[in-house]
């Protein structure tokens, strides 16, 4: 477009030395005309600046805006708006627009004229963000033409959209107290009195406030000509003040008596209750300090006091507390650190004990009285109690050594509690009696023992068993099933062999440990009260490592672990124990037996027994079969000792090891010998090589009973 010709007539001098930016743009967007000034400002040439069109000025406009705003200006015929300019270099400004039509023989264009408002822009910015953090708005009243303008920030608070609805007469509505308001109002504006005062309201959005109001008349020549005032939001203030005077009503309703003391020793608040009960009036309390109060307390004392007081920050005391009168009483003091507005403040609450002190000296005469004879029966009954701490308290468990003596203390002294235990040991030493002997010595004992052996559940079925099942829940689920959990509420749930529980089912017995609540199969949630006893041979530290079992439950299980001794490290229950399966096994074959050999005795203790009481028992009901008589003597059923003696630093055969060991990796790979991730794999051996082995030590059927 050629540049028109009452452009020319407008004298272009003039308008390149004008202070204002002005530039002209055709309906495709051309900068057909920019004055010096806006070239300056812009960092072009008046040469570089005829090659630009609106885009690279105003980078944030496209096309489609572009021919939006020329329909819009043209219409309007002059628009005002706010934009971003770009400079040659990439800098970006805040600038305010004033556009106007302009068309001369069919050729159209618009003038605009620009001015730079980043400064005033960033500046309302900071403003309209100061009041929002301190939630205060102000408003200025005209009373020369009865206008009335308010910041974003006072609509906000009462929920209204423009000025004109924050004129006095539309706000009395709002308040709770409209009286109070207009009486301000009406003082400020006839009277010229300011106000500043604190009111509710509730406002166009229902939302209840306490608004700080406050007013300001402008006089001129003694006239009042403008209000202007500020509404802030201090509803978080007056919610604390008011507390506080409830919180202070109900310290001034307790018995206690309570003290607020500063560092000095110097009395900061007292409860109604210190009056009462001190003899002391409002009066004589005040500047009143902890040496006037109590004699026995000097400087120094109440120094340390308050040191302590800053580093334990509470703690209870006993003292004694005086009266106007001089008598004491015994207190429970407790002492708090509180810290307030910049300083540490000692709470003392004082709780007369008089009556507690009393009946202490009460019982303790009593206690005094029965004493000796509390002692005489005490030694009376000592042998009684550690018979029924043997025989009757764990029924089954035959023990006289000193070692075994303190797996049974153990579990004397958790089988009262709620607590977690966790039982390991070798395989035949017992840990399904040491659980009987904790449910039958907790408060559960009339309650349910479940007995879960967990080596013994197929693995697709293991959540089934333990946690039960609604009917259809997964293919055969023909009714519903109650899980050993459910079974178990109340009472306890034994574990045993721990280690076998499938990882993935082992988050959902950890939230029974933690939450006491489970899923049933198909079902809902189950909230359980059951007390968990688990056992194992198997090291869970090391399948931790290996990720077979998870940590957070081998730790949640691990509360009170409890190690059952082997066989061969409590040798001196062995002829307890060999007469003991004797008797038993003599009354179920109908034999005559009365006694074991000495020889035979003899012969048990040198042997190493890697089966454990499990392995002795089954010697005995053996022997019992085969021979016959009053007295058990050596015989065939004995099991060879050689190359398996033990000795006292507690070594075993090779072979011995050998099966031990075999036995432990079988259990890792669950019995599977050959193939990949089998045993044989892991002793690097020939698969048919370790079936060779096995057979020799004795172990094949106990692979085959793994495996299934």
Known sequence: MDLPEFLFEAKEWQLDHLPYEIMWIDQAGRLVYLNQTLCDKLGYTKKEATSLNIYDVNPRTTEEQWQKHWDEVQSEGTVNFKTVHKKKDGFLYEVEVFAQFFSNNRKSALCAIVKEITDSSFYKRVLDQAELLVKVGGWKLNLQDNSIIATDQTLQLFGVEQSEDIRPINLIRFFKDPDRFQEL?????????????????????????????????????????????????????????????????????????????????????????????????????????????????????????????????????????????????????????????????????????????????????????????????????????ERILSESNFENIVCQSDSYAKVLKQVEQVAPTETTVLITGESGTGKELLANALHQNSQRKDHALIKVNCATIPKELFESELFG?????????????????????????????????????????????????????????????????????????????????????????????????????????IPLLAEFFLEKYTAKAGKAFKRVSKKTIDALMKYSFPGNIRELENLIERAVIIEDGTTLYPGAWLPETKGAKAKDDGLVSFEAMQRDYILRVLGTTKGKVSGAGGAAEILQMNYKTLFAKMKKLGIEKKMLAVRK
């Open 185 to 385: 109002i009406s003082n400020v504006l006839v009277k010229g009195e300011p106000f500043d005062e604190i009111l509710e309201i509730s406002n166009a959005k229902s939302e209840k406030k306490w608004l700080r109001c406050a007013g300001q008349p402008v006089m001129v020549k003694d006239k009042i000509n403008k209000v202007v005032g500020v509404y802030q939001d201090v509803t978080e203030q007056q919610e604390n003040t008011l507390s506080l005077y409830l919180y202070k009503e109900i310290i001034n309703q307790s018995n206690d008596i309570v003290f607020i003391w500063d560092e000095e020793g110097r009395l900061q608040d007292f409860s109604k209750s210190a009056i009462q009960q001190l003899g002391f009036s409002e009066e004589e309390f005040q500047n009143v300090t902890i040496y006037d109060l109590d004699d026995d307390i000097d400087q120094a004392w109440w120094f340390q006091h308050f040191e302590d007081i800053k580093k334990r920050r509470h703690f209870r005391m006993e003292w004694k507390a005086t009266r106007k009168d001089g008598s004491q009483f015994p207190v429970d003091i407790s002492v708090n650190l509180i810290r307030y507005q910049g300083q540490n403040l000692n709470c003392a609450i004082l709780r007369d004990i008089s009556d507690r002190k009393q009946h202490e000296a009460d019982l303790r005469n009593a206690f005094d009285e029965i004493q000796t004879l509390k002692n005489r029966l005490e030694k009376e009954n000592e042998y009684l109690q």
């Open 469 to 573: 099942h609604k009917k259809g829940s997964f293919t055969g689920a023909f009714s519903d099933k109650e899980g050993k959990f459910t079974l178990a509420n109340g009472g306890t749930i034994f574990l045993d062999e721990i280690g076998e529980v499938p990882v993935e089912l082992q988050a959902k017995l950890l939230r029974v440990l933690q939450e006491g609540e489970f899923d049933v199969l198909g079902g809902k949630t189950v909230k359980v009260n059951v007390r968990i006893i688990a056992a194992t041979n198997r090291k869970l530290e090391q399948m931790v490592g290996e990720g077979t079992f998870r940590e957070d439950l081998y730790y949640r299980l691990n509360v009170f672990p409890i190690h059952n001794i082997p066989l061969r490290e409590r040798k001196e229950d």
